[in-house]
C-alpha cells in the first residue's frame, strides 16, 4: 500500500509539471491563434474537426478497453498474457481503422457538403481541413495502444515530457502562422498533422524497445476477442454519450449559429479541458492502481483509494473552476483580448458540466476494473444519450445557444445519482450513505456556497488587474480551506501528507545513488 501511495504521488507530481507548462503555453498560444485565423476561420476549424471526432466513440471504446486489460493482466503478473492481449488488441484497432476511413469518406464526407454551415468562399478550405483531421485522427488510432501500455506501467514520465514538447510545437506553428501568406487554415490543419505524426511515432518507438509486451504476435485470440466484444460492446454506450455532449452539440451549435457560436463554443471547450486536466493528471495517476488492487482482490484499499480519489479530484477541479466562474468575463478580456457572443455563459456553464463530469471517473474505473460494465452502461449512459436530440429540439423551437449546456448539466446530474446506485449493485463494499454524507453533500454545499459568496464579494473590488489576481486568489484559497476540513477527514489528510513525504524520501534517495 506505501509503495502504490509512493507511486501515485510520483506520477502525479510528473502530471502536473506537465500540466502548468502545457496549460501557460496552451492558453498563450490559443489567444496568437484566434487572432491569426479570425473567429470565422477558428470556428470553422473546431466544427469541421468536429465531425471526425464524432467517430472517436469507436476508438475511444478501445481506449478504455486496453487500459483496462493491460492494467488487469499487469495485476495478475501476467507477462505472457499481457503479450497476447496487445496482439490481439492492436489488430482490432487495424479493423476499426479501416472502418472509420469508409464512414469518414462517406457519410462523413456527405455531412460536411451537406449540412455544415460553411462560410461563402471556405469550402475548399473546409475540405482540406477534413482530410488532414481525419489523418489526424487515424494516426492517434493507430498509436492509442501503446499510449495505453504506457499508462498501464505507470511510466508518466514520457507521457508529461511529450506533451509539454506537444505544447511547445504548437506555439511555434502559431508563430508560423504568423509569417505565413496563403491560406492559414489549411496550413494549420497541415501543420497540426505534423506535429500529431511527430508525437504518435515516439509513443510507438519508445514502447517498441522498452516493453517487449508490444511486440506482435500477429495472433489472434478469440477468447480474448470475445472478452474484448463482451467488455467493449457496453461501454460503446458511454463513449457515444460522450460525443454527443461534445461534438455533438458542436455539430449542432453549427448548423443552427454558424461558426461564431462555434468559436465560443471552443474557447469553452479550451477552458473545460484545462480544468478537467488539472483534476484527470491525479485520476490519471489513481486508475491504474485501483484496477490492479481491485486485480488483486484488495477489497479494502480499493474502497479507501475510491473515496480519497473522489474527494481530491473535487477539491482539484473546484480550485480552479469556482474562481474561472467567478472572475469569468475578466479573465476572457485578459486571455483573448475580446469577448465574443456566447462565450462568458460557455464558459460558466462548461464548468460546472466538468466537475459533475469529472468526479464521477471514480466510479467508472471501480466498475470498470470488475468488468461488469453490462447494467453500468445500459443505465447511464444508456440514459445520457438523450442529450443530442433535446438540444436539437430547444433549438429547433428557437431557444437560445446555451441551453446545449444546459441540458448536459441537468442530465449528467442525474446521470451521477444512477451511478452511485448502480456502483452499489456491482461493488458491494461501496457505503452509498457514506458516499452521500461524507462526500456529495459536502461537495454541492462546498461549491454552491464558494461561488455565490465570491460573486457577491468580488462586487465590491475595483475593476482591472488587482481586481482579478484578488477576486481569483480570494476563491481558490476559500475553496481550499473547506475542502481541507470540511470535506476530507483528518485520516485523508495525513494520506495526502504520507504521500507528499514519501515521494520527497524516495527522491532524496534517487540523487543519493546519482551523486555517489
Given at each position: 500500500?506505501?509503495?502504490?501511495?509512493?507511486?501515485?504521488?510520483?506520477?502525479t507530481?510528473?502530471l502536473?509539471?506537465?500540466?502548468?507548462?502545457?496549460m501557460?503555453?496552451?492558453?498563450y498560444?490559443?489567444?496568437?491563434v484566434l487572432?491569426?485565423?479570425s473567429?470565422?476561420d477558428?470556428?470553422?476549424y473546431?466544427?469541421?474537426g468536429?465531425?471526425?471526432?464524432?467517430?472517436?466513440?469507436?476508438?475511444?471504446?478501445?481506449?478504455n478497453?486496453?487500459q483496462?486489460?493491460?492494467?488487469?493482466?499487469?495485476?495478475?503478473?501476467?507477462?505472457g498474457?499481457?503479450?497476447e492481449?496487445?496482439?490481439?488488441?492492436?489488430i482490432?484497432y487495424?479493423l476499426?481503422?479501416?472502418i472509420?476511413?469508409?464512414?469518414?469518406?462517406?457519410i462523413?464526407?456527405?455531412?460536411?457538403?451537406?449540412?455544415?454551415t460553411?462560410?461563402?468562399?471556405?469550402?475548399?478550405?473546409?475540405?482540406?481541413?477534413?482530410?488532414f483531421?481525419l489523418a489526424?485522427f487515424?494516426v492517434?488510432?493507430?498509436?492509442t495502444p501503446?499510449?495505453?501500455m504506457?499508462i498501464?506501467?505507470?511510466?508518466?514520465s514520457l507521457y508529461?515530457?511529450?506533451?509539454?514538447?506537444?505544447?511547445?510545437?504548437?506555439?511555434?506553428?502559431?508563430y508560423?502562422?504568423?509569417?505565413y501568406?496563403?491560406d492559414?487554415?489549411?496550413?494549420?490543419?497541415?501543420?497540426?498533422?505534423?506535429?500529431?505524426?511527430?508525437?504518435?511515432?515516439?509513443?510507438?518507438?519508445?514502447?517498441?524497445?522498452?516493453?517487449?509486451?508490444?511486440?506482435?504476435l500477429?495472433?489472434?485470440?478469440?477468447?480474448?476477442?470475445r472478452?474484448?466484444?463482451?467488455?467493449?460492446?457496453?461501454?460503446?454506450f458511454?463513449a457515444?454519450a460522450?460525443?454527443?455532449?461534445t461534438?455533438?452539440?458542436?455539430?449542432?451549435?453549427?448548423?443552427?449559429?454558424?461558426?461564431?457560436?462555434?468559436?465560443?463554443?471552443s474557447?469553452?471547450?479550451?477552458?473545460?479541458h484545462?480544468?478537467?486536466?488539472?483534476?484527470?493528471?491525479?485520476?490519471?495517476?489513481?486508475?491504474?492502481?485501483?484496477?490492479?488492487?481491485?486485480a488483486a482482490?484488495?477489497?479494502d484499499?480499493?474502497?479507501?483509494?475510491?473515496?480519497?480519489?473522489?474527494k481530491?479530484?473535487?477539491?482539484l477541479?473546484?480550485?480552479?473552476?469556482?474562481?474561472?466562474?467567478?472572475?469569468a468575463e475578466?479573465i476572457?478580456?485578459?486571455?483573448l483580448?475580446?469577448?465574443g457572443?456566447?462565450?462568458?455563459?460557455?464558459v460558466?456553464?462548461?464548468l460546472?458540466?466538468?466537475?459533475?463530469?469529472?468526479i464521477?471517473?471514480?466510479i467508472?474505473?471501480?466498475?470498470?476494473?470488475?468488468?461488469?460494465?453490462?447494467?453500468y452502461?445500459?443505465?447511464?449512459?444508456?440514459?445520457?444519450?438523450?442529450?443530442?436530440?433535446?438540444?436539437?429540439?430547444?433549438f429547433?423551437?428557437g431557444?437560445?445557444?446555451?441551453?446545449?449546456?444546459i441540458?448536459?448539466?441537468?442530465?449528467?446530474?442525474i446521470?451521477?445519482?444512477?451511478?452511485?446506485l448502480?456502483?452499489?449493485?456491482?461493488?458491494?463494499?461501496?457505503?452509498?450513505?457514506?458516499?452521500?454524507?461524507?462526500?456529495?453533500i459536502?461537495?454541492?454545499?462546498?461549491?454552491?456556497?464558494?461561488y455565490y459568496v465570491?460573486l457577491i464579494?468580488?462586487?465590491s473590488l475595483?475593476?482591472?488587474t488587482?481586481?482579478?489576481?484578488?477576486?481569483f486568489?480570494?476563491?481558490?484559497?476559500?475553496?481550499?480551506?473547506?475542502?481541507?476540513?470540511?470535506?476530507?477527514?483528518q485520516?485523508?489528510r495525513?494520506?495526502?501528507?504520507?504521500?507528499?513525504k514519501g515521494?520527497?524520501?524516495?527522491k532524496?534517495k534517487?540523487?543519493?545513488?546519482?551523486?555517489?
Open positions: 500500500m506505501r509503495n502504490n501511495n509512493k507511486r501515485i504521488a510520483k506520477n507530481f510528473f502536473y509539471l506537465r500540466m502548468f507548462i502545457t501557460a503555453v496552451s492558453l498560444t490559443v489567444r496568437i487572432n491569426v485565423l473567429v470565422q477558428y470556428g470553422l473546431g466544427a469541421v468536429g465531425i471526425i471526432l464524432a467517430f472517436s466513440f469507436i476508438s475511444s471504446v478501445l481506449d478497453a486496453s483496462r486489460f493491460f492494467s488487469y493482466e499487469l495485476g495478475k503478473d501476467n507477462e498474457k499481457l503479450q492481449t496487445f496482439s490481439t488488441l492492436y482490432i487495424l476499426v481503422t479501416v472509420i476511413i469508409l464512414l469518414a469518406e462517406t462523413g464526407l456527405w455531412f460536411l457538403q451537406n449540412k455544415m460553411i462560410p461563402a468562399g471556405r469550402e475548399t478550405a473546409a475540405m482540406w481541413v477534413y482530410q483531421a489526424s487515424i492517434t488510432i493507430m498509436a501503446y499510449r495505453a504506457i498501464a506501467q505507470e511510466k508518466m508529461a515530457y511529450l506533451s509539454i514538447f506537444d505544447a511547445i510545437a504548437k506555439l511555434m506553428i502559431a508560423l502562422l504568423m509569417i501568406h496563403g492559414k487554415l489549411i496550413f494549420y490543419a497541415i501543420l497540426l498533422f505534423g506535429l500529431n505524426l511527430v508525437n504518435n511515432l515516439v509513443y510507438y518507438i519508445y514502447c517498441r524497445f522498452k516493453y517487449t509486451e508490444t511486440r506482435l500477429w495472433t489472434f485470440d478469440k477468447t480474448m476477442f472478452s474484448i466484444f463482451s467488455y467493449s460492446s457496453w461501454t460503446l458511454g457515444l460522450g460525443i454527443c455532449n461534438q455533438g452539440v458542436n455539430i449542432v451549435l453549427n448548423i443552427f449559429f454558424g461558426p461564431v457560436a462555434n468559436a465560443a463554443y474557447i469553452a471547450s479550451q477552458i473545460y484545462t480544468v478537467g486536466t488539472f483534476a484527470n493528471n491525479f485520476y490519471v495517476a489513481v486508475k491504474p492502481p485501483l484496477i490492479k488492487n481491485y482482490g484488495n477489497y484499499y480499493v474502497h479507501k483509494l475510491f473515496t480519497f480519489s473522489s481530491s479530484l473535487f477539491t477541479l473546484s480550485l480552479l473552476a469556482i474562481p474561472l466562474m467567478v472572475c475578466e476572457l478580456q485578459l486571455w483580448g475580446q469577448v457572443d456566447y462565450m462568458v455563459v460557455f460558466k456553464l462548461s460546472v458540466y466538468v466537475v459533475i463530469l469529472t464521477s471517473y471514480p467508472t474505473a471501480v466498475v470498470q476494473a470488475g468488468g461488469n460494465v453490462k447494467i452502461h445500459a443505465v447511464v449512459d444508456g440514459f445520457s444519450l438523450i442529450v443530442l436530440p433535446v438540444v436539437y429540439v430547444l429547433k423551437i431557444l437560445d445557444a446555451y441551453w446545449g449546456y441540458v448536459s448539466v441537468i442530465v449528467f446530474a446521470a451521477h445519482c444512477l451511478r452511485i448502480v456502483l452499489k449493485r456491482v461493488f458491494n463494499e461501496f457505503n452509498v450513505r457514506k458516499y452521500l454524507i461524507g462526500c456529495m459536502p461537495m454541492i454545499v462546498i461549491f454552491a456556497t464558494t465570491m464579494v468580488t462586487e475595483p475593476d482591472g488587482w481586481f482579478l489576481m484578488a477576486g486568489s480570494l476563491t481558490a484559497i476559500t475553496v481550499f480551506i473547506l475542502c481541507a476540513f470540511i470535506l476530507f477527514t485520516t485523508e495525513q494520506m495526502v501528507l504520507n504521500m507528499i515521494w520527497i524520501s524516495n532524496k534517487n540523487n543519493k545513488v546519482i551523486n555517489k
